[in-house]
């Protein structure tokens, strides 16, 4: 069964290479020309007034009815006067938090499904800003991209000039092992070759895979740990039964809870122990991705849990067509492939709660792009299920926020609520500590510049939705190469 199962997660990330066509050129020319006029103006001053605010910061006390003001895309000043013209925000019985940030997500980019002749390049188009929305719609202001390729930087400048409104993104740049395709490095030294290629093109961190050899993972930890280079990602497969041995300096993050139950037969309270203490040892962070899982198990029963998704009327309709109609946990299910599902789930929660009494440091991350689980939507389930697994909420949002931005080295700008930090900021109608799930209760977010207030947000969303319904007769997965 384990076979099968990174048989998955192999067709998981294969395609995971979303697409969308760029039919809504027309939606998107308005939106570019109204940046573009914003873009001109100087950026002016926001002040939000009488908010509680969740600091996040170490201390993590509430300043309640404070008065927070924004300039020039920072927060200037947390109860100090207010000088010159400003657009007041009023905050009376709402919450602010840091911007929400997923540790975990695989972002659609125009992509070549299958065109063939030389010149030709892609063939299926996202539109950047209506994907981007689904993000800063969920109060989700940075996001690490877990396999990243040119176009991710086009879409991420298009985000800083102002064109697109959309979250910070990180970019890792994913070496794995084998004979498949892709970046593949099956020698210690086309490993360090790997490391040094994506140094120079500008990715800033390194994600390995599962069918790397042992000696070439080695090789590649260490090669970017000369490089400054952080690296993330799953344990290789040849790791199995000597898991200690993946532990070597500068191997900083586990990208899924699952990359441990893949290593135990047992499934045992002993061996997720076992496992903390190694990541503890070692300073190897986790993102547990618990949703993830979740959603597999779902689909792997019915499709009715992706038909039934509040959020799929905003996931691009050709994503729509494959998740619904080429859903590889659902046509190559058995009831051995559940159980088995449901197993690593149920493994993933008691090695949460073991990593939490390990004191190992745990971020919130979605996977999102793998089938029913949708970008700024998931992180949401992710936060909720990270409480249901024993965090208390308020170290459920660290997980989203500080913790995260530690682990990107950006810590010094994002990820807490202080003067001085960027202002990615979410407000929130209902106290997040009381009720995790009041993270969804969107008042409104501050993201790069831009206050986008709870009726923008639903209009654009509800935009969105329209056009998907309009033109999902015209998106068909299996026709994909001849786009
Ligand atoms: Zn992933």
Known sequence: MQDKYLKHLLLLLLFSCAVIL???????????????????????????????????????????????????????????????????????????????????????????????????????????????????????????????????????????????????????????????????????ADGRQSVRIAKAQGYEFIKVYSHLNIETFKAIVDEAGRQRMKVVGHIPNAFKGRIEEAFVPNYDMVAHAEEYAKQTDTFSDHDAKRFAQLAKKNGTWLSPTLTAIVRIGEQARSLDGIRNLSSLKYVPPLLQSKWLTANNYNKGTTPEFVAHIDKIADFNIRLVKAFKEARVPMVAGTDSGTSGVVWGFALHDEIELLVKAGLTPGEALISATRLPATWLGIDNKIGTVETGKYADLVLLDANPLTDISNTRKISGVFVNGRWLDKSGINAMLSDLAKRNAASKNKFDWSKRGEL
């Not at 027309?26 to 001053?45: A, C, H, M, R, V």
């Not at 063939?123 to 719609?137: E, P, S």
């Not at 959309?166 to 092992?177: E, K, N, Q, S, T």
Request: no cysteine.
């Open 22 to 188: 760029n039919s809504f050129s027309k939606t998107q020319k308005s939106l570019s020309d109204s940046t573009k006029t914003q873009k001109n103006e100087k950026p002016g001053i926001f002040v939000i007034k009488n908010v509680n605010i969740i600091p996040m910061t170490l201390e993590n006390k509430i300043i309640k009815n404070a008065t927070v003001v924004i300039k020039d895309n920072k927060i200037l000043s947390i109860n100090k006067p207010v000088t010159g013209n400003a657009e007041i925000i009023d905050g009376k019985g709402k919450w602010l938090i840091p911007g929400l940030i997923d540790m975990h997500v695989h972002n659609m980019a125009d992509v070549n499904l299958g065109a063939t002749f030389p010149t030709k390049g892609a063939n299926a188009f996202t539109n950047t800003q209506d994907f981007m929305l689904l993000y800063v719609a969920n109060g989700v202001t940075t996001v690490f991209e877990l396999s990243a390729r040119p176009e991710h930087f086009g879409e991420r400048n298009e985000i800083i000039k102002g064109n697109v409104i959309g979250p910070r993104v990180a970019l890792a740049f994913l070496i794995d092992g084998g004979e498949g395709s892709g970046n593949i490095a099956n020698t210690p």
